[in-house]
Structure formats: C-alpha cells, structure tokens
C-alpha cells in the first residue's frame, strides 16, 4: 500500500463548535480542507495505530467523497478497521450505538445536523469517542491547536471502497466492515421499549401516526421499526426519502420547519401521534392531535414517566438539561428526589454524567432528549418513548401533558432565533449585554426582580474540568429566566437566540399561547440586549 506524504498548510477558520465543525460545502471542497481537519483529528488521538472506528453521516451532499477521502487517510493513518455503515449513513445515535457495541475506539460522524444540505449549503465533521459521544472540550481544543499548526497530511494511494455492498473487505491495510446503518439500532429499540404494547395499539387502531422524515437520515430508521417492525401504514411516514440535499428543505423538526406535520397534527385528520426528526436523526419533535410538546416540557414527561417504560422500570439515577432548556425537568427531578444536572448547550457535556451513572435521562430545549442507552440525543428513541407511554397510559398527548402541568405547574417557554446576524453587530450586543449584568441584581423591571445576572460557567462534576462563556442568564425572583447566547452551529454570520421562561403554577391560565405569556419578558430581553434596535430587524427569523 503506497503512502503519499502531502505538504500543505493550515486554514484558521477549523475551530469545533458546538457540535463539531460545520462549514459551506464549497469550503470543504477547497484542496487540503477536509484533510487538514481529518489529519487534526487523527493527531490529536495517541494510540490510534491498530484500532477500529466507525465511519458515516447524514447522507447530504458530500457524504460519499468524504467518506472515500477519510478511509484513505484512516488506512495511511495505522487505523487497522473501519465500521462504516452501509451507503456511507448513519444516524447520528446510531453511529453512537455501533461505537458502543462494537467497541470501536471512536468514530468520525459526517453531519451539520439542521443545517440545510446541497452543494451551496452545509456540511459538517465531528469526532466521537469511545463512549459513543462527542469528544470532550479537551479533546477538540487539542484539535483546533493542530490545525493551527498543520504541515502535512498521509493518504493511502487505494481505490475507493464499495459503500454500499454488505461484507468485510480488505483494502490496502485496512479492513472495512460495511453494515447495515439500521438493523443494530432497531435491535436497541426493541430493548428499551414494550414492542409487543405498540404493535397491539397500532395494529388495533389506537395509534395512528405521522412522522415526518424531512427527506433526511431517519428515512428508513423509521420506516423499519415503525412500518416494518411495529406495523404502522407506510403512509404514516412523509418525506421518507432521503435526499442529498433534503428536498430543499430545513431538516429541523420545528414547527417552522416541519409545516407539513404541524399542518396535518392541527387539521381535523390529525393522528393520535405526530413528530418529527432533523438531518442526522438526533432531534425530535413530539406533537399530538392539536398540540406540540415544547422539547423542555418532553423532557420533563419523560424524566416524569420514565418508570412507564420497560428499560428504566426500576427507576432514573438522574437528570440533566442545558442551561437554556427549561426548568420544568427540575420539578420533577425535586419531586422525585432525583440529582438534577444544569450543563452548558451541548451534548458533549452530558458524557461524563451518564458514564458516571449520575443521570440517566437528559435533554435540551432544541429538540434534543436522549439517556444512557447511547451518548447522543436520540431522535427515534423520543418519539418511541412517548408511543410507549400514551400505549401504557391509554391518553392521548395533549391529555398527558396537561395532567403534567397540573401536577407541577408550567414553565411557559420559547426561543428567538436572529439568524445571519452581523459578526461585529452581534458582539458589540453581547458587549453592552456584559456591561449590564453587574448593576442588575436588585433592580425591578414591572412585575420582574432580577434575582442573579451572570456569565455561565459549568465545572464538570466527573473530572472538573471548567467551561467558561456559555451564555448570559438573568434569573428574576419570581422564577423567571432569560438566557442569551451565540450559536457554535451557525455557518453564517453570528446567530443570535434568546431564551425566555415563566413559571405558571395557576392551572386555569395553563392554556396561554408563550408568545402572550411572554411578552413582558420579551420586551424586556429587547431592552438589555437591543438586538432589534441594533441590526434593524423588527422579528426573530424562528420562534420555537
Ligand atoms: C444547537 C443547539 C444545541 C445543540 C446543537 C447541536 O447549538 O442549540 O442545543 O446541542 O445545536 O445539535 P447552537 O450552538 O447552534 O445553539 V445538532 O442536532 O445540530 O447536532
Ligand atoms: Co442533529
């Protein structure tokens, strides 16, 4: 096997963000790109020499001469084996699954997740390790500081490897094992979940289901379990195939995004069940006939209801959700006597406290829940857990969680989103926003008393290991909270979110829409950070 040794030099724009390095399609294509980043990873990783990963992504656009590159580079590389599943997909908590499983000593996941796919859009690269999850702070600080200082990069001269063709093949050095992307995590599944219950509530009509596959990954996942395994009709699945650049659309389970569940879920034809998930698999969102769940209250019903379901019948050690994400998990968490985590906006932060055995359950308030039985969030596995539940509890959504609110009240929430903002502008907000935060404490605002105003920071309770600058949050005493942060997923410009949530323990106002309920708080955010006044805009571009 020929080894080419190729000179090149570093890009300075190769820092991880919140979940792995995400960029246009055309700057991955520059020469040496990828292989810059890919050679990074692999030289941030001691004792890779003889060791298996797993190798595969969302399927956008890109995925296959990515996939090819890297199997080059990984043979030159000493890597001894790659799992890559077949036609170069995984799902995101697939790819976290076969990772544990298999034992493999890490994997390299091709994904920018949300982000719109197609040459003129994005792609996106991450490294996970041996737990499954994404790689610590530590480790991609350690990467960014060998991109900075790149000289040369190794590739294998091999022919590029048949993806799709099941079966174990040698190539050069290395052995490459093609699997199928779905049959492990369906297995998994069918571990976690009371099968036999859904397929009699399927089969007999209780449920009916739609869930939208936005032209992305979860495509066949869904099609598999829920269609072939748990015997829903095959039209319960739209936008089932998936596509490189997912049909044009927004792979985000959102309403904004998702107009063609939300649409069916508020018609008079609506399902019992409706969601949806994003690019890679790893988001969800839970609707039922004429009401979507906010991810943050999903999180709570299920840290709730865990006991409902047969893997976590004997109870959760713990939970745990972003900063950001609602504290309407904390309820139940202080009803329940359960450790109740606060991490910074990203999955990687919930590694430790799961491998530790302190939480079981996590999630955040973009469309994110998962639990221990991978280290990512889990897509599938939400919307199967709350079929499971309305199966066990015999209820429709819409009862379930008003039943939740009534039993611990309601955290009335949402998020503003200001895409694409000026880089200079959205620091210059940020800026005057820290400039604020130390005279607030004290101060009455209406009906609102700041409580706290600071600039999160999270020691890691495992290893101690400290993240600074995860956002500004401004506490009031009645319980309120907004929270204001810049995007690490974004490619363009800076994206601006801003986080709103009031505590509602009155059951006759449970029925409020959050933007009234919130519009106080809303004006009120506008006011410290003044993104309106300040780029012009006179709306977020979504509210979730
Ligand atoms: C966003 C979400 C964050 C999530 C991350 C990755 O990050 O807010 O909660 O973990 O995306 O999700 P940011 O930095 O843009 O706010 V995914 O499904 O894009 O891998
Ligand atoms: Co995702």
Known sequence: MQIDIITTTPFDDQKPGTSGLRKKVTVFQQANYLENFVQSIFNSLDDLKGKTLVLGG???????????????????????????????????????????????????????????????????????????????????????????????????????????????????????????????????MAQIFD??????CIGSGYISLCFDAMHAITGPYAKHILVDVLGASPDSIINAEPKEDFGGGHPDPNMAHAKE??????????PTFGAASD??????????????????????????????????????????????????????????????FETPTGWKYFGNLLDAGKITICGEESFGTGSDHVRE????????????LVARRRQPVAEIVQEHWRQYGRDIYCRHDYEA??????????????????????????ENTVDYADIFSYTDPVDQSVSHNQGIRIGFTNGSRMVFRLSGTGTVGATLRIYLEKFEADADKHDQDAQEALAE????????????????????????
């Open 58 to 188: 969302d399927g956008r656009y890109y995925n296959r001469q990515a996939i090819q590159t890297i199997i080059k580079m990984a043979a030159a590389n000493d890597v001894a084996g790659l799992i890559i599943g077949q036609g170069g997909l995984f799902s995101t908590p697939a790819a976290s699954n076969i990772i544990r499983k298999y034992q493999a000593f890490g994997g390299i996941v091709l994904s920018a997740s949300h982000n719109p796919g197609g040459p003129d859009e994005d792609f996106g690269i991450k490294y996970n390790v041996s737990n499954g999850g994404p790689a610590p702070e530590k480790f991609t600080d350690a990467l960014f500081e060998n991109t900075k200082t790149i000289k040369e990069y190794k590739i294998a001269k091999i022919d590029d490897v048949d993806l799709d063709q099941i079966g174990e093949q040698q190539t050069g050095n290395i052995k490459i094992n093609i699997v199928d992307s779905v049959a492990d995590y369906a297995e998994l």
């Open 195 to 200: 099968f036999d219950l859904l397929k009699s």
């Open 261 to 270: 569940l939300t649409e069916i879920m508020f018609s008079d034809q609506a």
């Open 279 to 340: 690019g890679d698999g790893d988001r969800n969102m839970v609707m039922g006939a004429g009401i979507f769940v906010t991810p943050s209250d999903s999180l709570a019903i299920i840290a709730a209801n865990a006991k409902s379901i047969p893997a976590y019948s004997k109870g959760i050690s713990g939970v745990a959700r972003s900063m950001p994400t609602s504290q309407a998990v904390d309820r139940v968490a202080a009803k329940q006597n359960l450790a109740c």
């Open 377 to 388: 969030k889990d897509g599938l596995w939400a919307v199967l857990f709350w079929l499971n």
């Open 421 to 446: 903002v000026d880089a200079k502008i959205a620091n210059e907000i940020f800026d005057h926003l820290k400039q604020q935060l130390s005279g607030l404490a004290g101060q009455s605002f209406g």
């Open 521 to 544: 708080l809303i004006e009120l955010a506008e006011q410290f950070c003044q993104v309106k006044q300040r780029t012009g805009r006179t709306a977020p571009d979504v509210i979730t």
